[in-house]
């Protein structure tokens, strides 16, 4: 075994990190953390647009599918909520439009895809259930995205469907939501019952095996400390819910 630690600022980070009204945004993401998407001049965290261009590679869609918006600094999430509030008034604004520091687009971790053809909508763009669009939701389970805001989840997410809006959560944990029919803040939930101490979920999925759980931070500094078998590969992400999830591939 071997125990490690991690501070708050490494669990302020992470493919499970939830970005919502009720979770702002811990900390900006630094700047040598990001890297373009394709040539789009999209900004993405580094393995989301690693991942992103190798699922658009596999699927050859890169002249079919328009990347439309990737990570967004503070400053141009308060610009998109503000122009959005003047054009669209605060219905639609409220929907479709997260607050400044409750866009998970400032993770770095999101992005939203239009089909390539104009014109753009640049705030709902169009990406329909069927074509190279569906093939595109059916391949990237096993990337470790998923479509974010479920038309049935409005009321857990806060944000009115948004069939055009991916989420790179990792793998195993895109197949696993898929598996359930859970949204991130029902799957966070959902991994907080199988806690460090106590009974781990344990899967087999996209043809591995799997041992998950959630470890609580301490409550003063936000910090964690993990004792893991020396053997297998793990990852750590922090969710932003005060603890961070586990994951090992055995
Ligand atoms: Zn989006």
């Known amino acids: 075994m071997k125990t490690i630690t991690l501070t708050q600022a490494a669990l302020n980070r992470g493919s499970l990190l939830l970005v919502n009204a009720r979770h702002p945004l811990p900390e900006c993401v630094a700047p040598e953390r990001l890297t373009p998407f394709l040539d789009s001049g999209i900004l993405l965290e580094r393995r989301t647009a690693l991942v992103l261009e190798n699922l658009f590679k596999a699927l050859g869609c890169a002249s079919s599918l328009l990347p439309v918006s990737g990570y967004r600094t503070l400053t141009e999430q308060k610009q998109i909520y503000a122009s959005s509030l003047a054009e669209n008034g605060a219905d639609f604004t409220g929907k479709y439009v997260a607050l400044p520091d409750c866009s998970e687009h400032q993770t770095g971790l999101a992005i939203d895809l239009s089909l390539n053809q104009q014109p753009v909508d640049f705030i709902r763009p169009f990406f329909p259930r069927d074509g190279i669009c569906e093939q ?3 391949k990237m389970i096993s990337y470790g995205f998923v479509e974010r805001y479920p038309e049935d ?3 857990i997410t806060g944000i009115a469907a948004e069939p055009w809006h ?3 959560v990792g793998t195993p944990h895109a197949a696993i939501m898929k598996l359930h029919n859970l949204c991130l803040e029902e799957y966070i939930d959902y991994l907080s019952l199988f806690p460090s101490v106590g009974k781990h979920l344990e ?5 591995k095996s799997f041992e998950i759980f959630y470890q609580k931070t301490d409550p003063q500094d936000g910090s964690v400390t993990l004792t893991l078998p020396s053997s297998l590969p793990f990852q750590v992400s922090g969710t932003n819910t005060g ?3 586990v994951t090992l591939w055995k």
């Open 153 to 155: 989840r409005e009321g």
């Open 243 to 245: 603890g961070c999830i």
């Open 136 to 138: 595109f939701r059916e």
């Open 203 to 207: 899967i087999s999925i996209l043809n």
């Open 166 to 168: 991916f989420r790179y």
